[in-house]
């Protein structure tokens, strides 16, 4: 019974396949089950990660006192944001290639195994088990730059006698925070006898004075908020040889920007394609069995920010190596072939 299998095997798969490439269209071409099933190699797409900080700046209300006041120069006198990119990391998956799509004969649908987005997986071989991708997206719209308390109620500042212009509010505060470092420096030295260097009211009464002078003197020195952000960007490589094409665009005040947007600097990235070995004389006619792998080439990319260099990776890319058809005597239904579904590579040949 094995012997009339093993021969029933052989003479459908080797003679009966049958190979038709779909070129370059990204379209789908349904094909009826009596003429076939259609298989795709994987392709390589590449996720440029891109980490930012983004810092909100946010004047205080006493900015233009706080020199002749305090002795603080330089403060901010106007709310700014400003964004820094400050990591960038390089990640690939797998999709189908439209580029490299084939049809069986109908007599070999029961060999071949494919993942859930119809790549070759496996030829004879057991199903394969496969863990669902996750969903990478982008939001653009940064919400809640501002702070939601920006400072303390600078009405209190003012006395009883009605002393409410910006001057005597400021004076008041500076008033304060000298009084809150005053008040701290005797603790520290132990010159007030109700406090104890070892008691929890020392450490309770000294944090009260650290924040009240730290908000009084925000005032005057302003408020900083600072947020990360992740984006990404999925990058196909077509061309071998890839010059300055530009993935995004970046401003330090408005972040992170669309392409075509000109009103920030271009992020570019550049693809060079290692050599990998020629798999036969140029001129020579492989032979084809119908059932087709890849052999995975290596990208080498770098990312640019005008014409800083912001990123590098080293990447092995399914579409930069060379297709080749299976040997012959590998379908004959004594092999279990796998194929991986991220690279097209022949992972394993295993003899049943």
């Known amino acids: 019974m094995k012997f009339f299998v093993f021969i029933l095997s052989f003479l459908f798969v080797v003679p009966a396949w049958s190979q038709k490439s779909r070129g370059k269209t990204e379209e789908a071409i349904p094909v ?7 298989y795709a190699l994987p392709r390589t797409a590449v996720r440029i990660v891109v980490k930012a900080i983004q810092t909100t700046v946010v004047s205080g209300p006493f900015a233009a006192y706080a020199d002749p006041l305090l002795g603080i120069s330089n403060v901010p006198t106007q709310s700014v944001t400003s964004w820094e990119i400050r990591q960038i990391s390089f990640d690939s998956f797998a999709e189908p290639d439209p580029a490299k799509v084939f ?29 669902s991708k996750s969903l990478v997206s982008n939001s653009f719209a940064v919400n809640g730059s ?37 008040a701290r420096n005797e603790i520290v030295a132990g010159t007030l006898d109700e406090f104890h260097p070892d008691g929890k009211a020392y450490e309770e009464s000294l944090e009260e004075l650290r924040l009240a002078e730290k908000e009084t003197l925000e005032l005057f020195t302003g408020k900083r908020q600072t947020r990360e952000f992740t984006f990404s960007w999925v990058y196909i490589p077509v061309s071998k040889s890839v010059k300055g094409e530009v993935l995004f665009r970046f401003d330090e005040s408005l972040g992170f920007l669309a392409k075509n947007d000109f009103s920030g600097k271009p992020v ?9 070995p020629a798999v036969a004389a140029p001129g020579t006619v492989l032979p084809s069995t119908g059932l087709f792998y890849r052999q995975p080439g290596t990208g080498n990319f770098r990312l640019y920010k005008e014409l800083s260099l912001i990123g590098t990776a080293r990447l092995p890319i399914a579409q930069f190596g060379n297709t080749l058809s299976v040997p012959a005597e590998l ?14 590579a022949l992972e394993s040949i295993l003899k049943k």
């Not at 009826?32 to 259609?38: H, K, V």
């Not at 920006?150 to 925070?177: C, D, K, M, Y």
């Not at 570019?268 to 990998?276: G, K, L, Q």
């Open 32 to 38: 009826a089950i009596s003429e076939g099933i259609t």
């Open 103 to 131: 049809k069986t004969n109908n007599l070999a649908i029961p060999l071949i195994q494919l993942s859930p987005e119809g790549v070759l997986t496996g030829f004879n071989a057991e199903k394969q088990a496969y863990s």
């Open 146 to 182: 501002s702070l939601p308390v920006l400072f303390t109620n600078t009405v209190q500042l003012a006395t009883s006698s009605g002393r409410t212009s910006a001057a005597q509010r400021a004076e008041e505060a500076a008033a304060a925070i000298l009084k809150a470092r005053a």
């Open 268 to 276: 570019m990235i550049d693809v060079e394609a290692e050599e990998i």
């Open 331 to 344: 379908l004959n239904g004594s092999y279990s072939l796998l194929f991986s579904p991220q690279t097209g």
